[in-house]
């Protein structure tokens, strides 16, 4: 795949930018959020109208009544606009309405007979199509949809990675593997690649940073979720923005002026300091335990240190590291600066 065209042929500067509610929940909201977010000189206009949502008997979304209101939004504020589609249905029904473009959403990328669906449907139909990352952090399956709609002859692609789903305690909603579509990038280097903060991070907090970090790795542009009163939105509230935080946003984003070098060093490098990240989630996560514990063993009246305790972590710690091929030794030395901050937390704890 080698022969991409920008999404929009007047709007091939970087970064691009797409802003919008995760639903259209009323004629009213969608408006507003149109005019806030063109106001902002943001030229795409992103509102889900079939959600896919994880429990049954949620909002899932207003249907192709909410179609007329993305029109209408299109009209008025000049926009772009784009949903998301998950059949051929949906596909037929946006293109009645004269949208200009889609997305296919992260449990649709997941599974290939869906995305052919869409992708045969597609055949011979001028748009643009955003294939967002499937759920699960598999690079070749998200290749795979990727090379299904460019199969079909869609030349205005991009890809969206929005993090992947996650079992463990994480501060984000979907973690964001950032060697994923940095592997991406290596495999279809011309292809466009975005990044949507806000399905990464869940909570509206982290949208910012998780924002700068996606443009310090290079990513060409941003699909942020927005709205005008996101604390009552349908859905996703807990990560949407108001167009002023989004204003402000823009504003203090940090911008390259050349391209960040994604060279095989610096991807590595990447990778490392993801991997670093990690493990420093990992340890505050430990050290809440801890401090957990020290509050047990305080109201039962139990010394800090538990010898046996101690060197059985140890023993356990070093049995895997062998099993993982790592020294021993190295291992044991982490283990015991880990046990000895452990321990002065649980010592401060007491003496509060
Ligand atoms: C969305 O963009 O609102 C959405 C449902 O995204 P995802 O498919 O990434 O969960
Ligand atoms: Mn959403």
Redesign the pocket.
């Known amino acids: 795949m080698t022969e991409f065209a920008p999404l929009f042929a007047d709007l091939s500067t970087e970064p691009l930018y797409i802003a919008g509610p ?1 639903s259209a929940e009323s004629s009213d909201q969608v408006l507003l959020a149109a005019r806030d977010i063109s106001a902002a000189g943001i030229p795409i206009f992103r509102a ?1 109208v079939w ?2 949502r994880t429990k049954p008997g949620s909002f899932e979304g207003r249907g192709a009544e909410a179609l007329e209101w993305l029109r209408e939004a299109k009209q008025r504020y000049n926009l772009r606009v784009i949903t ?1 589609v998950a059949t051929p249905e949906h596909l037929e029904e946006v293109l009645k309405y004269g949208l200009d473009g889609v997305w296919i ?3 649709t990328t997941t599974n290939p007979f869906a995305t052919q669906q869409i992708a045969d449907a597609l055949r011979g139909v001028d748009t643009a199509v955003i294939v ?1 990352n499937p759920v699960i952090p598999d690079v070749d399956l998200w290749i795979g949809a990727i090379e299904r709609i460019y199969n079909s002859g869609v030349r205005r692609l991009a890809a969206v990675h ?1 993090g992947f789903g996650t079992q463990q305690t994480s501060p984000y909603r979907n973690a964001p593997h950032w060697s994923v579509p940095i592997e991406l990038h290596r495999r279809v280097p011309e292809l466009c690649i975005l990044c ?1 903060p806000s ?1 990464i991070g869940g909570r509206r907090e982290l949208v910012a940073q998780l924002s700068q970090q996606a443009l310090d790795i290079g990513f060409n542009g941003l699909m942020i979720e927005c709205h005008p009163t996101p604390d009552v939105a349908l859905s ?1 509230a807990m990560q949407q923005i108001t167009p002023d935080a989004l204003r402000e946003l823009l504003q203090r984003l940090k911008l390259h002026r050349t391209p960040v070098s994604r060279d095989a060093l610096s991807e590595y490098r990447l990778h490392i300091d993801t991997i670093d990240s990690r493990i420093i989630e990992l340890l505050a996560e430990r050290m809440n335990i801890v401090r957990a514990i020290g509050e047990y063993k305080q109201a039962h009246g139990m010394a800090v240190v538990q010898q046996d305790r101690y060197n059985e972590l140890l023993l356990a710690a070093e049995a895997r590291a062998e099993a993982s091929n790592l020294p021993s030794k190295f291992v044991h030395q982490i283990f015991r600066a880990i046990h000895e901050e452990s321990v002065r937390q649980q010592i401060e704890l007491q003496q509060e």
């Open positions: 995760c889900g959600k896919p998301e959403g992260a449990r967002k929005r949507d399905h996703d």
